[in-house]
């Protein structure tokens, strides 16, 4: 069978066209990481009281995801114009999270490699600190246009500085790992606390471990967390206890534990702090003045009488309970604890596993004493 000159003209024609589209699609994808880079870099600089950059982006369209690369984000001052680093990575991967198709949703995941976040104390107030929420919160939306589902970060590092004091602070929380998942209810969507979190941290020796339930998706913040840090090492935090307490730590660790829950604007916790081993003077110390001696000689006698001698431990539990437009923190049975602690049995060093989700609407039952009926002011409710 003969084709005609127009058919074989028109097939030949064809190819062109096929060949053309293949070509511009090819280099549509080569300049398309140039364009991405552009675009992301003046939105960065555009930000209010921010400046941020990123050095590179690969894309890797065939599993719908894209890299950035030595990504910062510095805090600008309005008056100097001088930058403070703020925020800084050197990888996120953001990509479709291909495993929530089955669940029928669409929605991402991210990962973020080698993260690393500074607060330095003039920028360390709350509504500083909404602030840096909400444009970490906006920049991650233009990012990433998917709601993420998961998302995981690797080898983190959390900084505070404080520069003007006498010495300087600069105290790090490292190795930083937090894995997030099912963020957007793509399973167990009829539970209330669908989502969870783990993450654990290094802080000075001592190992921070926390578990989470959570439910993001709800307008108001509604979670039931775990937490605790074990064995931190007081003498590598002297800088911080001479800058703020003007003492120095020779000896001792400390550790904290927490359970919080939150729910319908209402929270419930405690946290419980315990100090062991604490010594304040050193044979280091022999050349501090006078005053610094007397005044660190004055901490080590407080710390001797509210220690519980047969464990060599001193602590507190504070329960915090309330609601979040008036959060009470009961600052006499804190004290009522310290005293339990000192004279009656040392706080077992672990979290209590007394608060859950349901125990947010539960009253206080817990009984007064009767130093605390003694002390506590008629008409004050915080001090009930």
């Known amino acids: ?44 600089a ?38 403070t680093p703020f925020i800084d990575f050197k990888k996120a991967d953001l990509s479709l999270q291909w495993a ?5 949703r669409i929605v991402g995941e991210l990962y973020i490699t080698k993260p690393q976040v500074l607060f330095t104390l003039e920028k360390v107030e709350p509504k500083d600190v909404q602030k840096d929420s909400s444009t970490l919160k906006e920049l991650l939306d233009d990012l990433m246009p998917l709601k993420i589902n998961r998302f995981e970060i690797i080898d983190g590092r959390l900084r505070y ?15 930083i790992y937090v894995l997030a998942e099912n963020l957007s209810s793509v399973v167990d969507s009829n ?41 931190t090492s007081l003498p590598m935090l002297n800088e911080f206890f001479k800058a703020y307490g003007k003492v120095d ?11 919080f829950a939150t729910k319908e604007g209402k929270f419930n ?14 044979h280091e110390d022999q050349k501090d003045a006078l005053l610094q001696k007397m005044w660190e000689g004055l901490v080590g006698v407080a710390g001797e009488v509210f220690e519980n001698q047969p464990k060599d431990q001193l602590g507190t539990k504070i329960p915090i309970k309330g609601e979040f437009k008036d959060p009470l923190i009961d600052n006499w049975t804190a004290l009522v604890e310290i005293l339990k602690n ?25 009984k007064k004493g009767f130093l605390h009926k003694l002390f506590a002011k008629k008409g004050n409710k915080k001090a009930a």
């Open 1 to 44: 069978m003969k084709h005609s000159g127009k058919t074989i003209y028109s097939r030949h024609r064809l190819k062109i066209w096929i060949g053309a589209v293949v070509a511009l699609l090819i280099i549509f994808r080569l300049i398309l990481p140039f364009i991405l880079l552009k675009v992301i870099n003046k939105e960065l």
């Open 191 to 231: 539970k209330l606390l669908p989502g969870v979190v783990h993450a654990d941290a290094v802080l000075y020796a001592g190992n921070l471990t926390m578990d989470m339930k959570i439910n993001p998706l709800l307008d108001e913040p509604t979670f039931d967390l775990n937490a605790e840090l074990k064995n």
């Open 46 to 83: 555009s930000l209010d009281g921010y400046n941020g950059h990123v050095q590179d982006i690969d894309l890797a369209i065939y599993r719908g995801a894209y890299n950035i690369y030595d990504f910062y984000l510095n805090k600008v001052d309005t008056n100097t114009n001088q930058q």
């Open 269 to 282: 916790g405690y946290v419980k702090p315990l100090i062991t081993d604490l010594k304040v003077l050193g």
């Open 161 to 175: 500085k404080d520069p003007g004091s006498k010495p300087p602070v600069d105290i790090s929380m490292t190795e």
């Open 100 to 104: 929530a198709l089955f669940h029928g």
């Open 342 to 366: 000192a004279f009656i049995h040392a706080l077992q060093p672990a979290i209590d596993d007394q608060i859950n989700i349901k125990s947010v609407d539960q009253p206080d039952e817990k």
């Open 249 to 259: 730590v020779s000896k001792g660790t400390f550790g904290l534990y927490a359970e």
